[in-house]
């Protein structure tokens, strides 16, 4: 796995400040399995990262505490405590290097709404383990990241990475894909965040009363024909076969979901779905002027709190050199 941190490691012994820019995704398709032993779900999923981005900015501190604020217009949202995911991640990096004694101040700007199925969480974790990694000098490779992205999240390891990418195991096994093109989107948000261990735990008891059918987790052919469909750049090839096996769950726990993603399509997008645990509604759009339709339809609705036109596929956690 290659993404763009080696290049820029040298800065790490004279820099006191890195910035890192990280993307929001959207889960194209989710094919989810029964609950394992682990209380985990095995995935298949498709992963692009989408043009709306947080950035973190991390500081080096005089002595070896690891705190964060957050700005931004959905920062309200994130907790300044030890649970925040960007700081679990430097701390996870400090122990795996053995080097107590770093510290560092994290500021996330936040534009990723938080607990909306888009990884808001997870990109400031990617962030933090670049941002950190680079700050504090270590000899990490961008495969060492990515392992130590997959025990802090599931979807970590592909904020790093960015683009298309197929997601296997409980997502963190990524693959970068092959994806032509540009699509362009209309993201639906609400101000109420949905908790992803609730919607796994509602997608549960729909598997038990035969409502839906979970993925067999050795089917290897869970997203080929939508992977087919990315590799072909066709923006209406690519939309019929967009779906997501959270979407019930959301929907049952979030019922006003349904009009929005009718009013969407009913507006002409090409399709619309939940995206990953929700509540965020992403609709793919067959040009940039449908997708402005689309989002002075959606504004209008007392179900959707903000709207964002958004291309993908964007790249991973990138240095932003300043
Ligand atoms: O891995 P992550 O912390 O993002 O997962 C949050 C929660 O989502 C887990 O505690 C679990 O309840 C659920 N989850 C799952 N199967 C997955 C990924 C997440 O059940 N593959």
């Not at 709306?52 to 604020?69: G, K, M, P, Q, S």
């Amino acid at each position: 796995t290659e993404f763009p941190a080696s290049g820029a490691r040298g800065l790490g012994a004279v820099d006191l400040r890195v910035r890192v820019r990280v993307p929001a995704k959207v889960n194209l398709a989710l094919r989810v399995a029964a609950r394992g032993d682990d209380g985990y779900h095995q995935l298949a999923t498709v992963f692009q990262a989408v043009a709306l981005f947080d950035e973190l900015t991390a500081e080096r501190r005089r002595d070896d505490a690891i705190t964060v604020t957050t700005r931004g217009l959905h920062a309200h949202r994130v907790d300044d405590d030890p649970t925040n995911l960007a700081v679990r991640a430097a701390v996870a990096l400090r122990h795996h290097f053995g080097t107590a004694d770093l510290g560092v101040h994290l500021s996330i700007d936040k534009s990723i709404p938080v607990a909306g199925g888009m990884a808001g969480g997870s990109a400031d974790a990617a962030a933090s383990l670049l941002a950190c990694s680079v700050l504090w000098d270590l000899d990490t490779t961008p495969d060492d990241l990515v392992q130590l992205a997959a025990d802090i999240g599931s979807d970590v390891p592909f904020e790093l990475v960015g683009g298309t990418a197929l997601g296997r195991g409980r997502g963190g096994d990524v693959m970068p894909a092959l994806a032509r093109g540009n699509y362009h989107w209309v993201l639906a948000l609400s101000d109420r965040g949905l908790s992803t261990p609730s919607v796994y735990a509602c997608f549960d008891e729909q598997v038990d009363a035969g409502k839906v059918v979970p993925l067999r987790p050795d089917d290897p052919d869970a997203c080929t024909a939508l992977l087919d469909a990315l590799a072909s750049g066709d923006a209406a090839r690519v939309a019929p076969l967009l779906g997501n096996d959270l979407q019930e769950a959301a929907c049952q726990l979030r019922p006003e979901l349904r009009e929005v993603l009718a009013a969407g399509t009913a507006a002409g997008a090409l399709a619309g779905i939940v995206s990953g645990s929700g509540p965020t509604c992403a609709f793919l759009c067959a040009s940039q002027p449908d997708a402005y339709l689309v989002q002075t339809v959606l504004r209008s609705l007392e179900q959707v709190d903000e709207t964002l036109c958004v291309t993908s596929p964007a790249p991973g956690a990138q240095l932003v050199v300043s």
